[in-house]
């Protein structure tokens, strides 16, 4: 089965402070996306950050970044200089890609909750 | 920005009775997907639609849901005879082969 852990049910970090939410998986697949999904209490979800297999580097985008690690199967989010605005539910993701498929669904983690201390 | 619409925002709904939660994709997005989430848990697929069928569904989508794009616009999901378990935040997503938007979920709740 193809799973995605998520370690750390919960987070807390302090304002300013930098912390790292835990993500692995479990896939046979060589070709897939990773992402790092954002849930406020709105319960809404925000892409955070995305993440190609194929690609060594990490992604960046602004205080966000991955750590990702495609042996261990470890793809981690790093979030500099805590805002409150952080505070949420995140959730990692990802996404098996077939050229020409039919079907790109998510499977996600069970999610870490951040506070963000102020 | 586009963005997927999801109309109603809440839904209460009695044991028993039909309920139909609909979304509007992003209108040149071709994969069109339903996720359901129970308050506290993790976001689970419930069905994948792509040129006009369904192409994967979960074992969460059982005879009771379908879905339906009727007028190449519009993507519903129906659950005929709601269970107090269906209890969730529902949520629609369109997109292309590499990025999905979500739509703002439509809640509900079944008593």
């Known amino acids: 089965a193809q799973t995605v852990t998520q370690s750390q049910p919960e987070m807390s970090v302090q304002e300013a402070e930098t912390v790292t939410l835990s993500c692995t998986y479990d896939t046979s697949e060589s070709d897939y996306y990773l992402f790092w999904y954002k849930q406020p209490p709105s319960r809404q979800m925000i892409l955070v950050i995305r993440?190609?297999?194929?690609?060594?580097q990490n992604a960046t985008e602004n205080r966000f970044s991955v750590n990702f690690q495609k042996a261990a199967k470890s793809f981690s989010l790093k979030i500099s200089d805590s805002q409150l605005g952080d505070a949420a539910m995140y959730f990692c993701?990802?996404?098996?890609?077939?050229?020409?498929?039919?079907?790109?669904?998510?499977?996600f983690g069970k999610g870490t909750l951040l506070t963000v201390n102020p | 920005e586009p963005e997927v619409t999801q109309t109603p925002s809440h839904q209460v709904t009695q044991m028993g009775q039909e309920v139909i939660l609909r979304c509007v994709p992003i209108s040149n997005h071709l994969y069109f997907y339903w996720y359901r989430q129970i308050l506290g848990q993790k976001v689970e697929f419930l069905v994948s639609?792509?040129?006009?069928?369904?192409?994967?569904k979960s074992e969460i989508f059982d005879d009771q849901f379908s879905v339906e794009r009727p007028d190449g616009s519009n993507f519903t999901l129906k659950i005929r005879s709601t269970k107090l378990e269906d209890s969730a935040m529902y949520f629609c997503a369109s997109g292309t082969w590499t990025l999905d938007t979500f739509g703002s979920g439509t809640r509900l709740t079944v008593v």
């Open positions: 639609f792509y040129n006009n069928e369904i192409s994967e």
């Open positions: 993701a990802y996404r098996i890609f077939t050229s020409g498929g039919s079907n790109y669904k998510l499977t």
């Open positions: 993440q190609e297999a194929y690609k060594q």
